[in-house]
């Protein structure tokens, strides 16, 4: 079947927009995440969604960013009134269940640039 | 603080030789994961290795996994130009549903 997908694959907007920034998991995979990767550095986590559990949100950087899982399926990460320092690459993942024993599979992620 | 630290932060080699990058970590795990990443895109799952195992391969990779010095390498064999790419390892903490990279080994190889 298809892997995780990510809509838009490259999002440029201005200063002080909001954006939206879709994932559709792997069918089945009841875990989603969403990852942030700036320029040469590692992956920085943002928030999980599992199953219809509350999803932990520890990662997000500030109240502007927020994500919804609708159906226990596709995912939407939102920034309001976008920075210039969001400019990154937002990653999306699903696994079937825990990282402690299952693979996360990775979408080809969303390079949002703000000007 | 991160765990999962890759060395070298960058590696060049010729066509033909092996390539080996480094990961270590800082707390106890249940798993570490290699990843691939092309162009600053997706990331593409090479390996998982449990805490229990030791060594684990896959064509011409091949992981291992210290727990007494919390580290892990990744070897790659005979590497070649479409090797290229940014190598990150991850860590995933007992019953954590978190993974932890690393910034990444940037490895090139030259044809």
């Known amino acids: 079947g298809a892997g995780v997908s990510q809509s838009p694959s490259n999002k440029v907007t201005e200063k002080g927009k909001d954006v939206e920034l879709r994932c559709d998991p792997i069918s089945g995979h009841t875990a989603l995440y969403w990852y942030r990767q700036s320029l040469g550095q590692g992956l920085e986590f943002l928030i999980y969604?599992?199953?219809?559990?509350?999803?932990?949100k520890s990662g997000l950087p500030s109240d502007r960013f927020s994500a919804e899982r609708t159906g226990g399926s596709v995912s939407t990460l939102t920034i309001q009134r976008t920075q210039q320092e969001d400019s990154a690459v937002y990653l999306c993942a699903s696994s079937a269940w825990l990282p402690s024993t299952d693979t996360q599979y990775f979408g080809p992620g969303t390079r949002l640039t703000v000007l | 603080s991160q765990q999962g630290e890759e060395d070298p932060q960058a590696l060049s080699i010729q066509e033909g030789e092996n390539a080996t990058m480094n990961c270590s970590y800082k707390t106890s795990i249940n798993n570490l994961q290699w990843y691939r990443q092309n162009s600053g895109r997706g990331l593409v799952h090479l390996i998982l290795i449990r805490s229990n195992e030791r060594e684990k391969h896959s064509g011409r990779l091949r992981v291992t996994l210290d727990t007494s010095k919390k580290s892990s390498s990744l070897l790659i064999t005979a590497s070649r130009a479409a090797d290229t790419a940014s190598y990150f390892c991850?860590?995933?903490?007992?019953?954590?549903?978190?993974?932890?990279f690393g910034k990444g080994t940037k490895l090139s190889v030259i044809p």
């Open positions: 969604f599992q199953g219809n559990s509350a999803p932990d």
């Open positions: 991850a860590k995933a903490g007992a019953g954590s549903y978190q993974l932890t």
